[in-house]
């Protein structure tokens, strides 16, 4: 059995009451857990690009090429951020998390992957615009979206739809957390290490929260955009 587990990500997870606020659905960003099966680092390293390939084709139908995507794990540029969120464009960070031992009593973790094997999260950000312009809605966005990302992960059980995880930021507990607009994208990304303790999707993805350390990040978005 195979799931993703912290206390925060199950705080991350709980259904809490949507509060009235004037933005758009995932406005704040999208947050993605992945619960692959035997994939290391090296593993899910290779799939950056496939992943953010996926979001933007599940919303445009567009194949974008993996060689205009830029993976690093360097912060772009606040003036990079401004030009990309200008021309409506997505920046995605991706951080891999290890498995926990499996828990029976609470059904969490992972009794194949535990010791070597890690799994995906992901923030995406700029994606709400295409949301809106989905035929059916930015509900059936969000269902394009994690079938098209089935396509470059490996799962213990392929029909189990809990395998990908999509949640929207910002909303309910962490109203006022993740408070993300285009003009403040570049501090947010920037708070493992700004306010690591600030309990936020960005520091859970960088592991402040638990320990203090910080998971590498890579951040992930088009290049050449005119």
């Known amino acids: 059995m195979t799931t993703t587990n912290n206390g925060l990500e199950a705080l991350l997870y709980a259904d809490t009451p949507r509060q009235e606020i004037k933005v758009e659905r995932y406005e704040r960003g999208m947050f993605i857990s992945i619960n692959n099966h035997k994939q290391g680092n090296d593993d899910l390293y290779g799939t950056i690009k496939k992943q953010y390939q996926s979001l933007l084709y599940a919303l445009t139908g567009d194949n974008v090429s993996r060689d205009a995507i830029r993976v690093t794990d360097k912060l772009p540029t606040q003036n990079t951020v401004l030009h990309l969120m200008a021309k409506q464009r997505v920046v995605v960070a991706a951080a891999f998390h290890s498995y926990n031992a499996y828990n029976q009593r609470s059904g969490r973790g992972s009794s194949y992957n535990y010791g070597g094997y890690n799994h995906l999260h992901l923030y995406a950000y700029g994606l709400h615009h295409l949301m809106q312009r989905h035929d059916?809605?930015?509900?059936?966005?969000?269902?394009?979206?994690?079938?098209?990302?089935?396509?470059h992960n490996r799962f213990a059980d392929a029909k189990n739809k809990n395998n990908i995880d999509i949640r929207e930021v910002g909303v309910g507990k962490y109203l006022y957390n993740d408070a993300v607009s285009p003009t403040t994208l570049l501090e947010y990304l920037s708070l493992p290490r700004t306010n690591p303790t600030k309990e936020c999707v960005i520091n859970y993805?960088?592991?402040?929260?638990?320990d203090g350390g910080i998971n590498p990040i890579l951040y992930v978005y088009q290049t050449g955009v005119k």
């Open 205 to 210: 993805m960088a592991g402040t929260l638990d």
């Open 136 to 151: 059916g809605g930015v509900d059936a966005a969000v269902k394009h979206i994690k079938g098209c990302l089935f396509r």
